[in-house]
């Protein structure tokens, strides 16, 4: 193992362990006894790692009942290509660091009560790789960034039930990738033409 791959999986490692610091309720106890300082971050539940890269690339913690917010340094995964917290009780805002995450493919955060605003700029810096992209059930607010066309690559596009207001921008026409596409149930005027 070289120096370079040593620090990137402890620069992993301490994002796994600040995210775990913002969990207030783990009712299986499932990240309390697994995610141990102990054991390497590839061994913890949810947690996969590419061992060539010696970097995690998926997180998936759905489905545990988990309380908390997501802190900023979720960001510093920055080989993550799928990120799945769904059917959680994660509040509070979405980390900025999260749009930043340039190997991402798969961001599904449904059934949790995030509340906060998509960035206007999301898809213009990274997430070009982003193909599934579900925040469903959730309290997320404000415009639908008309910036979503640059994730060009977008196949899956689920906001239902949030409370996303102002004009459905006409850009997601352009995606032309897209197979699904599930805005209802928010506060949006307009049409896709």
């Excluded at 010696?54 to 799928?82: A, C, D, F, K, W």
């Excluded at 949790?112 to 206007?120: D, G, Y």
Aim: hydrophobic residues 35%; glycine residues 6%; negative net charge.
């Amino acid at each position: 193992m070289n120096y370079c791959s040593s620090a990137d999986i402890n620069t992993d490692r301490s994002s796994l362990l600040a995210f775990k610091s913002q969990i207030t309720s783990d009712p299986q106890t499932i990240l309390t006894k697994n995610w141990s300082t102990e054991a390497g971050a590839c061994s913890w539940i949810g947690v996969t790692c590419d061992f060539l890269l010696n970097r995690v690339t998926q997180l998936n913690i759905s489905n545990m009942g988990l309380v908390g917010t997501i802190p900023p340094e979720i960001g510093n995964l920055s080989s993550l290509v799928s990120l799945d917290m769904n059917d959680n009780s994660f509040h509070g805002h979405l980390p900025i660091s999260i749009f930043n995450m340039s190997n991402l493919e798969v961001l599904s955060l449904r059934n949790n009560s995030l509340s906060s605003s998509l960035p206007l700029d999301m898809c213009i810096h990274n997430l070009d790789k982003l193909k599934i992209l579900r925040i469903s059930y959730n309290e997320m607010y404000g415009n639908i960034p008309s910036s979503l066309e640059q994730c060009s690559q977008l196949e899956y596009l689920s906001l239902y039930n949030n409370k996303f207001d102002g004009i459905v921008p006409r850009e997601l026409g352009n995606l032309t990738k897209l197979q699904t596409l599930n805005i209802g149930a928010n506060k949006l005027t307009g049409n896709l033409i």
